[in-house]
């Protein structure tokens, strides 16, 4: 039996030294990739948002009125469908006393836009400090909401904003919607009236 020649020592160790980062190399790239799927997790997109039924938070508009003052809320909307659409506004709360809209609903047609003007009235009596806030609701091809903040103060501070919403219809299914969830804009109906073409 012949023997080979002796291998130099020097030679081995870069050898081993190789085969072991080629054995380690599945288990890196494994481990790599489940870092990225976890990282990704929180940031692709991947939580499930408010539901479907529920009106899309437009902005928030934070007022300071002094006691029988006055301020404007001025509601931009844009009908980006190619439909005419009846849209409407309206409020909720304790703040809907003091509110009053011009107008209260019109017809939008294909990519019009138009502004709702909400007028603010503190009543004199309402001491300072008071602070009162509740959603102004725009119902239009989706559902929309601006939250109204509004504080009394001695002396009138901020009693203008403006809110710009576009009202589009969605016609994008997410790995999140459910079968319940309408896709197409909302029944057009004039307020006060009963069915469709009411």
Known sequence: MMKGAP?????RRPVGGALGALLETPLRVAATLTETAVSRA????CEVPPPCWEPRHAGTCRLEVPPGGTATVRVHVANCGWGRQVVAVTALGKLAAWLTFTPTALVLDPQESATFLVTVHVPDKVPIGQRLSAPLIVRGCNNH???????????AGR???D?????CPDHVHHWYDHFYCPRPCLNPRLPGTVGRDG
Not at 42 to 45: A, D, I, T
């Open 163 to 167: 809110v710009a919403i576009d009202d």
């Open 145 to 155: 909401f601006v939250r109204l903040e509004v504080l009394v103060t001695d002396c």
């Open 42 to 45: 929180g940031s692709c997109g």
């Open 159 to 161: 009693t203008c904003c």
């Open 7 to 11: 291998i130099d020592s020097s030679l």
